[in-house]
């Protein structure tokens, strides 16, 4: 995928870069193959965005982020809407307060197993929900570890 | 004994911060990369030894790019410094620690100083200083241009690494590229550094490319993997930066400050924009009102002086009206100038400027700008000549030069006396909200000036950006005092030098062939004489011939207008006239310095005339609509 098209949030690992007259900046600031790339937030309209590189904060237009390919790393939190079908660790929740407590009340907090299911909605501690697209884009999620999914179950 | 030493670093490191520690200067600091755009100087003595500083621009590697880049790249290459520091930010080691790399291979005699450590510990960041010595093989100095720390050290470190310099060679960057670079050393004249030009060679840079021996053609010696190659030299650079920091960095998770959390809202995508429009009008509506108190005491104290003095005689004509009237008149308004100057330093320390460019960039698509011009041209709030240097960071020429051009309709601090001056005669009751409205046309007559030169002067398409964003700093008030009064000095030097000169010129001017009557002035001559060209717009004389000796700095506008009226509080002026005259003098023609700085910026003289005749004619037709609409409606 290009680093244009990453989730807000995701933390990506640069696969390869297409040449260009900035190409020896980025090199300079640390955008190189392997090395790690997390999105921070986009301005209005969705361009340019925030990019943080190691410990440095950058500003990259679309145009020229989609000239480096990247792939979402194994650990990165992603928005549910991002995801495929399964059972998630809920990382983050990039809301305002309001959000949060209706959310909570669905039994989706920070911390807790939820599992996406094909129709999209989501099962959580307390039942399966149909959460909307808006909001499932705000949870952020890592991927369960396989031998935790019993523990769930009986927590359950 | 002189010892010349170079801070080269990162944009936004702190290079001019340590410099001002050093050598005890006040250099311009703020936080947003790519403040300093030229070299600056400055001596200082230590244990008997001559240290001759210089500050240079900051950059991310030596292929530079930009015209600031260059300056940098020029002057390691072409006259290294005795010592060179490298400044390192504390907070974010690893790219300062790349061009550390990038610099040894310069052969230079190398510091490494890691600044804003008061920082990193306050973010549970610490680091092994004798590691990193081991490792990098280069003495390490940890410091603070804050707080001190560490100064005296890197005073004693750099007399040390005079006397015993050393120049290792750190990385080996493996059997094929070190092949090439040995193989493309016989490209270049003995008398550079040929080993860095051919790694530089390697890594793709056109300026080596340029350096190469007369008879060679770049096109048939590079190899076609290049960009492949150059991709190994930083990948092994940054292995060798991130295996250092393993063993001699520490570091605890920090939380996040609270300065992030305002940053969400600041920069937040659908109310970032609006909340940088209501502290523009907030800070303008400081700038007006912080000072509206001092500056009517100051004109009353300057009014009864020239009453006391009275005018009878021509000495004390001269002094009462020429110099009290004229000059006491712009400076009445200098509390102004310094609340502006106060605004803007708390935006340009906090790191809150960065953010409006990342903001507003996308807007500036369509000027074919960028969010970085845009945020160069916010400095000409201050004064225009600061956007014209400024604007060296631009990387893209045709971007720097449509910037220079149109810096002169973003209304700088010059024009607030005249400003304030009119409104307060025209429109006593609605002061400030006139003040905010030429500040609204001014934005709208760049953003105007900025398609218009697009589109005649110099076609071209949009241009990549590449942008750090800074951490947040809260903004100490001894800094923006120091910034306030750095900036706003020179308003009270100009009042001295220009401004009293050009008082003495108009009074002169007034006060022959007759002293009894103004109308009867060489003064009245001129502006009745060229009064036909500005019939259309309803000036009258006193205007012409304000707006004439104004050309050469636009205080002198309220100067001459104070002495033709025998002071300020005599002027009359409609509102149609009023508005017509704010108009044409937001965008008439550029003061002396500012056409002096796009002269020397861009090496020709063209772009001083086309500034010229092109401002006269916008701002002429702007003035000539403003006044045919005015005298419909009223
Ligand atoms: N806390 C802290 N802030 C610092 C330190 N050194 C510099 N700063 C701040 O960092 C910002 C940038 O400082 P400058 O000295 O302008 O940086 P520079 O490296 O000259 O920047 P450019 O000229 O743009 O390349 C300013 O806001 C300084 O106040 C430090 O040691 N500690
Ligand atoms: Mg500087």
């Known amino acids: 995928m290009k680093l244009s098209e990453a989730p807000i949030g995701a933390q990506v690992e640069v696969l390869h870069i297409e040449e260009s007259d900035i190409t020896p900046r980025l090199r300079g600031i640390g955008v190189l193959p392997g090395i790690k790339i997390e999105v921070l937030k986009s301005a209005p309209m969705g361009d340019p965005r925030m990019y943080r590189v190691f410990n440095k904060v950058i500003s990259l237009r679309n145009s020229e982020a989609e000239l480096i390919e990247v792939q979402v790393s194994e650990d990165s939190p992603l928005p549910l809407t991002f995801v495929s079908p399964g059972s998630y660790k809920v990382e983050h929740i990039e809301s305002g307060k309001i959000a949060r407590m209706n959310l909570s009340r669905l039994g989706i907090i920070e911390g807790a197993i939820v599992q996406l299911l094909d129709d999209r909605r989501v099962k959580t501690a307390n039942g399966v929900h149909d959460v909307g697209f808006g909001k499932l884009r705000k949870i952020y999620v890592v991927p369960c570890k396989q031998e935790r999914s019993p523990e769930i179950k009986n927590a359950g | 004994m002189v010892i010349t030493v170079g801070l080269v670093g ?17 250099q311009y600091v703020a936080n947003w990369p790519g403040v300093t755009v030229t070299r600056i100087e400055g001596a200082t003595s230590y244990k008997e030894q001559t240290l001759h500083f210089i500050d240079l621009p900051g950059l991310y590697t030596l292929s530079a790019t930009s015209l600031d880049e260059k300056v940098t790249r020029d002057f390691l290459l072409y006259s290294p410094p005795n010592v060179t520091i490298v400044v390192i930010d504390s907070m974010s080691p690893e790219q300062g620690m790349y061009l550390l790399l990038e610099t040894l291979e310069l052969n230079l005699n190398v510091i490494a100083v890691f600044n804003a450590i008061d920082e990193a510990k306050k973010n549970g960041i610490k680091f092994d200083k004798s590691s990193l010595e081991s490792y990098l093989r280069v003495p390490v100095v940890l410091t603070s241009a804050h707080t001190g720390e560490g100064i005296t050290e890197l005073m004693d470190t750099i007399l040390a690494t005079f006397r015993k310099p050393n120049r290792p060679k750190l990385l080996d960057y493996g059997p094929e590229i070190e092949n090439k670079v040995a193989e493309f ?82 920069t937040h995508k659908y109310i970032g924009i609006p909340i940088f429009f209501a502290l523009m009008y907030l800070a303008f509506n400081f700038t007006f009102k912080a000072s509206e108190p001092l500056v009517g005491l100051i004109e009353v104290g300057f009014q009864k002086l020239t009453d006391l003095i009275g005018s009878n005689s021509i000495f004390t004509s001269l002094i009462s009206q020429g110099i009290i009237n004229g000059v006491g008149s712009v400076i009445s308004f200098i509390p102004s100038i310094f609340a502006l100057f106060f605004a803007l330093g708390i935006m340009e320390e906090s790191g809150y400027l960065p953010r409006i460019a990342f903001l507003m960039d996308r807007a500036m698509y369509s000027l074919k700008l960028t969010g970085r011009s845009f945020m160069t041209l916010l400095l000409g709030f201050g004064c225009n000549v600061s956007s014209v240097m400024a604007a060296r960071g631009l990387t893209d020429e045709r971007e720097r030069v449509t910037t220079i051009l149109v810096s002169p309709f973003v209304s700088c601090s010059a024009r607030i006396p005249v400003y304030l001056m009119i409104i307060g005669i025209a429109f006593p009751n609605h002061r400030a909200e006139a003040f905010f409205v030429m500040y609204l046309l001014s934005i709208a007559l760049t953003a105007l000036s900025a398609r218009i030169i697009n589109k005649i002067v110099m076609k071209g398409e949009s241009i990549p950006l590449v942008m750090e964003l800074p951490r947040y700093r809260f903004p100490s008030l001894s800094n923006v005092a120091t910034y306030m009064w750095n900036r706003g000095k020179h308003f009270l030097q100009k009042a001295g030098t220009i401004i009293l000169v050009a008082s003495v010129v108009v009074w002169v001017l007034i006060y022959f062939p007759d002293p009894t009557n103004v109308e009867n002035s060489f003064a ?53 006239a009023a508005s017509a005259l704010m108009v044409f003098i937001l965008g008439y023609i550029p003061c002396f310095a500012t056409l002096a700085a796009i002269k020397s910026e861009t090496n020709s003289l063209k772009y001083p005339v086309i500034s010229v005749v092109y401002s006269l004619s916008i701002s002429y037709i702007l003035a000539l609509l403003v006044s045919i609409v005015g005298r419909v409606i009223v």
């Open chain 2, 10 to 26: 990162n944009p936004n490191v702190g290079k001019t911060s340590l410099f001002n520690k050093l050598v005890g200067a006040r």
């Open chain 2, 524 to 576: 009245a001559m001129i502006g009745k004489g060229l009064q036909f060209i500005f019939a259309p717009l309803g000036f009258q004389w006193q205007t012409v011939s304000a707006l004439i000796f104004g050309s050469v700095a636009k205080e002198i506008i309220v100067s001459s207008f104070a002495q033709f009226y025998g002071g300020v509080g005599n002027i009359v002026l409609d509102p149609v």
């Open chain 2, 185 to 266: 050393e016989r490209y270049f004249e003995d008398t550079y550094n040929k080993r860095f030009l051919s790694l530089k060679l390697v890594e793709g840079d056109k300026f080596a490319m340029e350096l190469l021996k007369k008879d060679v053609e770049p096109t048939s010696v590079l190899p076609s993997n290049m960009s492949d190659l150059a991709i190994k030299i930083a990948k092994r650079r940054y292995d060798y930066v991130t295996n250092v920091l393993n063993r001699a960095m520490s570091n605890s998770e920090s939380a996040i400050t609270s300065m992030e959390a305002i940053d969400h809202v600041f």
